[in-house]
Protein backbone atom coordinates (compact mmCIF):
# COMPACT_ATOMS: atom_id res chain seq x y z
CA UNK A 1 0.00 0.00 0.00
CA UNK A 2 2.09 2.71 -0.66
CA UNK A 3 1.88 5.93 1.65
CA UNK A 4 0.98 9.56 0.48
CA UNK A 5 2.31 10.82 -2.81
CA UNK A 6 3.49 14.51 -3.42
CA UNK A 7 4.91 15.44 -6.86
CA UNK A 8 6.61 17.20 -7.38
CA UNK A 9 8.88 17.09 -5.10
CA UNK A 10 10.87 20.50 -5.74
CA UNK A 11 9.53 23.44 -7.41
CA UNK A 12 11.03 26.61 -8.53
CA UNK A 13 9.17 29.22 -9.78
CA UNK A 14 9.83 32.72 -10.50
CA UNK A 15 7.92 35.29 -8.37
CA UNK A 16 4.60 36.60 -10.68
CA UNK A 17 3.99 32.57 -11.89
CA UNK A 18 1.29 29.93 -10.39
CA UNK A 19 2.24 26.79 -8.79
CA UNK A 20 0.97 24.09 -8.49
CA UNK A 21 1.08 21.18 -6.22
CA UNK A 22 -0.19 17.54 -5.84
CA UNK A 23 -1.07 15.47 -3.79
CA UNK A 24 -2.62 11.69 -4.13
CA UNK A 25 -3.70 10.04 -0.39
CA UNK A 26 -3.34 6.87 0.57
CA UNK A 27 -5.19 4.23 -1.02
CA UNK A 28 -8.56 4.51 1.14
CA UNK A 29 -8.79 7.67 2.30
CA UNK A 30 -11.18 10.02 1.64
CA UNK A 31 -10.04 12.78 3.49
CA UNK A 32 -6.66 15.35 2.48
CA UNK A 33 -4.84 18.13 4.66
CA UNK A 34 -2.34 20.85 3.65
CA UNK A 35 -0.13 22.25 5.95
CA UNK A 36 2.78 24.46 5.24
CA UNK A 37 6.11 24.81 6.92
CA UNK A 38 8.07 28.26 6.41
CA UNK A 39 11.91 27.79 6.86
CA UNK A 40 13.07 27.69 10.55
CA UNK A 41 8.95 27.50 11.88
CA UNK A 42 6.58 24.67 12.85
CA UNK A 43 4.16 23.44 10.94
CA UNK A 44 0.99 25.33 10.06
CA UNK A 45 -2.79 23.94 8.85
CA UNK A 46 -3.54 25.56 5.69
CA UNK A 47 -7.12 23.41 4.30
CA UNK A 48 -9.03 20.12 4.91
CA UNK A 49 -10.78 18.75 2.14
CA UNK A 50 -12.89 15.68 1.54
CA UNK A 51 -14.02 14.41 -2.23
CA UNK A 52 -15.19 17.28 -3.93
CA UNK A 53 -15.68 19.49 -0.38
CA UNK A 54 -13.91 22.05 1.03
CA UNK A 55 -14.68 21.58 5.11
CA UNK A 56 -12.10 23.59 6.24
CA UNK A 57 -10.02 26.92 4.78
CA UNK A 58 -9.24 28.24 7.91
CA UNK A 59 -5.17 28.41 7.94
CA UNK A 60 -5.42 29.24 3.98
CA UNK A 61 -4.08 32.57 2.83
CA UNK A 62 -7.14 35.31 1.89
CA UNK A 63 -5.61 35.55 -1.70
CA UNK A 64 -3.67 33.87 -4.22
CA UNK A 65 -4.17 30.27 -2.62
CA UNK A 66 -7.19 27.43 -3.83
CA UNK A 67 -7.25 24.26 -2.88
CA UNK A 68 -9.23 21.36 -4.35
CA UNK A 69 -9.76 17.74 -4.51
CA UNK A 70 -11.94 16.59 -7.54
CA UNK A 71 -13.90 13.05 -7.37
CA UNK A 72 -11.41 11.84 -9.28
CA UNK A 73 -7.56 12.29 -9.03
CA UNK A 74 -5.18 14.08 -7.07
CA UNK A 75 -5.70 17.22 -4.64
CA UNK A 76 -4.49 20.47 -6.12
CA UNK A 77 -2.79 23.02 -3.98
CA UNK A 78 -2.72 26.27 -6.26
CA UNK A 79 -0.85 29.54 -5.64
CA UNK A 80 -1.14 31.90 -7.78
CA UNK A 81 1.27 35.07 -8.68
CA UNK A 82 4.12 33.77 -6.06
CA UNK A 83 6.38 35.86 -4.16
CA UNK A 84 9.03 35.30 -1.99
CA UNK A 85 7.70 34.53 0.86
CA UNK A 86 5.42 31.85 -0.37
CA UNK A 87 9.18 29.65 -0.49
CA UNK A 88 8.08 27.15 2.31
CA UNK A 89 7.41 23.13 2.26
CA UNK A 90 4.62 21.98 1.30
CA UNK A 91 3.39 18.97 3.28
CA UNK A 92 -0.23 16.89 2.60
CA UNK A 93 -1.26 14.59 4.57
CA UNK A 94 -4.37 11.71 4.44
CA UNK A 95 -6.80 10.12 6.86
CA UNK A 96 -9.45 7.21 6.77
CA UNK A 97 -11.65 9.66 8.71
CA UNK A 98 -12.26 12.76 10.65
CA UNK A 99 -11.41 13.94 14.01
CA UNK A 100 -9.48 11.25 15.89
CA UNK A 101 -8.02 9.33 13.03
CA UNK A 102 -4.57 9.26 12.23
CA UNK A 103 -3.14 11.45 9.74
CA UNK A 104 -0.53 10.15 7.42
CA UNK A 105 2.06 12.98 5.63
CA UNK A 106 3.80 13.26 2.14
CA UNK A 107 7.35 13.36 1.40
CA UNK A 108 6.33 17.42 0.95
CA UNK A 109 7.15 19.63 -1.84
CA UNK A 110 9.36 22.31 -1.76
CA UNK A 111 8.34 25.42 -3.28
CA UNK A 112 11.59 27.88 -4.20
CA UNK A 113 10.71 31.41 -5.70
CA UNK A 114 13.30 33.20 -6.96
CA UNK B 1 -7.03 28.67 19.64
CA UNK B 2 -4.64 25.44 20.43
CA UNK B 3 -1.20 26.43 21.50
CA UNK B 4 1.71 23.83 21.61
CA UNK B 5 4.82 23.66 23.23
CA UNK B 6 7.80 21.28 23.04
CA UNK B 7 11.00 21.63 25.77
CA UNK B 8 13.98 21.51 25.07
CA UNK B 9 14.50 22.78 21.73
CA UNK B 10 17.13 20.67 20.68
CA UNK B 11 18.88 17.56 23.09
CA UNK B 12 22.10 15.72 22.83
CA UNK B 13 22.74 12.90 24.42
CA UNK B 14 25.42 9.85 24.48
CA UNK B 15 24.48 6.59 22.81
CA UNK B 16 22.14 4.09 24.81
CA UNK B 17 21.02 6.86 27.39
CA UNK B 18 17.11 6.92 28.06
CA UNK B 19 15.57 9.88 27.27
CA UNK B 20 11.96 11.78 27.81
CA UNK B 21 10.70 14.56 24.96
CA UNK B 22 7.65 16.79 26.77
CA UNK B 23 4.92 18.48 24.56
CA UNK B 24 2.18 20.41 26.39
CA UNK B 25 -0.94 22.12 24.94
CA UNK B 26 -3.22 24.37 26.45
CA UNK B 27 -6.61 23.22 25.00
CA UNK B 28 -7.18 19.71 27.27
CA UNK B 29 -10.38 18.85 24.81
CA UNK B 30 -8.50 17.07 22.53
CA UNK B 31 -9.30 14.01 20.54
CA UNK B 32 -5.98 12.78 19.93
CA UNK B 33 -2.16 13.42 20.07
CA UNK B 34 0.33 12.45 17.44
CA UNK B 35 4.38 12.23 18.10
CA UNK B 36 5.70 11.88 14.23
CA UNK B 37 9.84 12.34 13.59
CA UNK B 38 10.96 14.49 10.84
CA UNK B 39 14.19 13.96 9.20
CA UNK B 40 16.28 17.36 7.83
CA UNK B 41 14.26 17.76 4.23
CA UNK B 42 12.21 14.82 4.77
CA UNK B 43 8.68 14.60 5.19
CA UNK B 44 6.92 13.55 8.60
CA UNK B 45 7.12 9.75 9.77
CA UNK B 46 3.94 9.01 12.79
CA UNK B 47 5.60 7.35 15.25
CA UNK B 48 2.51 7.18 17.66
CA UNK B 49 -1.05 8.12 17.71
CA UNK B 50 -3.04 8.53 21.89
CA UNK B 51 -6.22 8.80 21.24
CA UNK B 52 -8.04 11.09 24.08
CA UNK B 53 -9.36 8.34 25.95
CA UNK B 54 -6.19 6.26 25.99
CA UNK B 55 -2.88 7.54 28.65
CA UNK B 56 0.04 5.73 26.88
CA UNK B 57 0.67 4.44 23.77
CA UNK B 58 4.19 1.91 22.91
CA UNK B 59 5.91 0.64 20.03
CA UNK B 60 9.12 -0.86 20.32
CA UNK B 61 11.68 1.45 22.35
CA UNK B 62 9.10 4.28 22.23
CA UNK B 63 6.43 5.36 25.11
CA UNK B 64 4.25 8.20 24.41
CA UNK B 65 1.92 9.09 27.81
CA UNK B 66 -0.99 11.45 27.86
CA UNK B 67 -2.06 13.50 30.68
CA UNK B 68 -5.42 15.79 29.47
CA UNK B 69 -5.73 17.07 33.11
CA UNK B 70 -2.56 18.78 32.60
CA UNK B 71 -1.95 19.48 29.34
CA UNK B 72 1.07 17.16 29.07
CA UNK B 73 2.29 14.36 26.63
CA UNK B 74 5.89 12.51 26.52
CA UNK B 75 7.62 10.82 24.35
CA UNK B 76 9.79 8.41 25.96
CA UNK B 77 12.99 6.55 24.29
CA UNK B 78 14.88 4.08 25.75
CA UNK B 79 18.10 2.51 24.65
CA UNK B 80 18.90 6.12 22.02
CA UNK B 81 20.73 5.08 18.79
CA UNK B 82 22.30 7.30 16.45
CA UNK B 83 19.38 6.24 14.00
CA UNK B 84 17.05 8.67 16.22
CA UNK B 85 18.58 11.53 15.65
CA UNK B 86 16.00 13.62 14.49
CA UNK B 87 13.39 16.47 15.26
CA UNK B 88 10.55 14.94 16.94
CA UNK B 89 7.32 16.82 16.64
CA UNK B 90 3.72 16.60 18.81
CA UNK B 91 0.63 17.65 17.87
CA UNK B 92 -3.10 17.92 18.36
CA UNK B 93 -6.29 18.71 16.83
CA UNK B 94 -9.27 17.63 15.65
CA UNK B 95 -8.90 17.64 11.93
CA UNK B 96 -6.88 20.83 11.84
CA UNK B 97 -3.32 19.83 13.85
CA UNK B 98 -1.80 22.21 15.37
CA UNK B 99 1.87 20.99 16.20
CA UNK B 100 4.91 21.89 18.57
CA UNK B 101 7.85 23.58 17.17
CA UNK B 102 9.84 20.18 17.75
CA UNK B 103 12.78 19.28 19.90
CA UNK B 104 15.85 18.64 17.72
CA UNK B 105 17.85 15.18 19.36
CA UNK B 106 21.02 14.38 18.75
CA UNK B 107 22.43 10.78 19.60
CA UNK B 108 26.16 10.52 20.03
CA UNK B 109 27.41 7.14 19.04
Given at each position: ?90 F?A ?11 FG ?8 | ?42 GL ?65
Open positions: NAGVMQNPRHLVRRRGQEARLRCSPMKGHSHVYWYRQLPEEGLKFMVYLQKENIIDESGMPKERFSAEFPKEGPSILRIQQVVRGDSAAYCSSQGSQSYEQYPGTRLTVT | KQEVTQIPAALSVPEGENLVLNCSFTDSAIYNLQWFRQDPGKTSLLLIQSSQREQTSGRLNASLDKSSGRSTLYIAASQPGDSATYLCATGANNLFFGTGTRLTVIP
